[in-house]
């Protein structure tokens, strides 16, 4: 009976207690709520913030034709090919950018270009010229001097000071030095087909350090006649844009396939490329690596006709599992592109092939920057979303 009375005395009390438990309960869950709450506010606040800094690094530049954008030291264009457009209609594109600030030279312009056939930009440096800018040009002999086509031996019969490298091999780069304050460089050449018709993107750097890069390896060709592995070799040369970094590597007297391969191993999430040629076996091996033994995810645009050539990796690639596509323009995707991790970003005249390596004039810029790099990505997404699904019968992966 007493042992009876004592279990429901103890019940009694244990539900007396519940509603004391309930409410401690309750209120930690209250407190929690607020917490998360309190988090979430913070999250926002910081993404809305990155947001907004964002949008100071890299405001945007107007365009007719293309994409523009700004951030401290750089500016960053990428063309918007329009094949179906006459000829005469192609302004407000790069080139015109690019003479404009031709025209606002003073003292000096450095220009190493594969070709020029563009009128906006030949005229803008025959202009500098005719002022009394020391203009000086530096080419390919068959595609440049040697092109029919071409607006450079008007420059040449007009007084301006042009070479050739005379060589078999090729003079690739395309960068223009404007009066030792800045540096526009990328995949772009000096035409029209480059403006309008491909898929190319520019660089700008207002920075003394690339500007003193840039006009070394030009004072070799320019001065001494250095190309190719007969030029010095001043190795990778990095130095700091705004809140990033930027490594700067001629070729081919540099060891330009370590760096890459250096920075494809650095790779942990996502591999992105977009390629004119893409013939580096080692390269793409590299990128399957990463997707082993790291679960790197490795997404690819070839440009459509040399992706199915007998050098090109893209069978390979795409036999491995890899996500790749052919580019959707009608005319040439002339990228040179690739983008590790959402963050770097690796650009120029360099086409990923043997010939950039062993033989041409190149130059390679690894960028170290987000905000760069979400721009290059944005590209990327824009000609992925145009770009071909790989058809079965086109490539044997027996």
Request: with cysteine.
């Amino acid at each position: 009976m007493m042992d009876d009375l004592r279990k429901q005395s103890t019940i009694g009390q244990g539900w007396r207690g519940l509603p004391w438990l309930l409410a401690f309960v309750i209120l930690a869950l209250g407190m929690l709520l607020v917490v998360l709450q309190s988090v979430q506010k913070e999250r926002v606040r910081a993404q809305h913030e990155l947001a907004q800094t964002r949008v100071w690094r890299s405001s945007q530049i107007e365009l007719d034709f293309g994409r523009g954008y700004s951030g401290e030291g750089w500016q960053l264009y990428f063309t918007e090919p329009f094949s179906k457009a006459k000829r005469a209609d192609f302004r407000g594109g790069i080139d015109s950018l690019l003479a404009k600030a031709i025209d606002n030279t003073r003292v000096s312009l450095d220009i190493a270009v594969f070709d020029l056939d563009n009128l906006i930009i030949a005229d803008a440096i025959l202009a500098a010229h005719r002022r009394g800018v020391a203009v000086r040009l530096v080419t390919d002999d068959e595609h440049g001097l040697h092109n029919e086509e071409s607006d450079l031996p008007r420059l040449r019969e007009a007084g301006v000071s042009i070479i050739d490298d005379g060589r078999s091999a090729l003079m690739h780069n395309k960068f223009m030095i404007l009066d030792e304050k800045a540096v526009w460089t990328g995949s772009m050449n000096y035409t029209i087909n480059g403006a309008y018709r491909h898929n190319n993107n520019v660089l700008a750097l207002d920075d003394a350090r690339a500007v003193a890069a840039f006009q070394a390896e030009f004072e070799e060709m320019f001065l001494r006649g250095e190309f190719g592995v007969r030029s010095t070799d001043d190795g990778v040369q990095s130095f700091a844009l705004g809140t990033g970094q930027v490594s700067v590597i001629f070729g081919a007297e540099s060891d330009e396939i370590t760096a890459l391969l250096n920075e494809i191993a650095s790779a942990r999430h996502s591999i992105h490329f977009m390629a004119f040629v893409f013939s580096l076996d080692e390269l793409a091996l590299a990128m399957l690596r990463q997707t082993e033994e790291r679960d790197v995810r490795v997404r690819g645009i070839f440009e459509r006709r040399s992706s199915l050539a007998n050098w090109s990796v893209m069978p390979d690639l795409y036999c491995a599992g890899a996500d790749v596509r052919q580019d959707g323009n009608a005319n040439y995707l002339h990228h040179k592109v690739i983008i590790i991790d959402q963050q770097t970003v690796i650009t120029g005249s360099f086409n990923f092939s043997k010939s950039a390596i062993r033989s041409n004039d190149e130059n390679l810029l690894i960028i170290r920057h987000p905000d760069i790099a979400a721009l290059y990505l944005d590209e990327w997404q824009r000609q992925w979303d145009s770009a071909l699904r790989i058809r079965e019968d086109l490539v044997d992966c027996g």
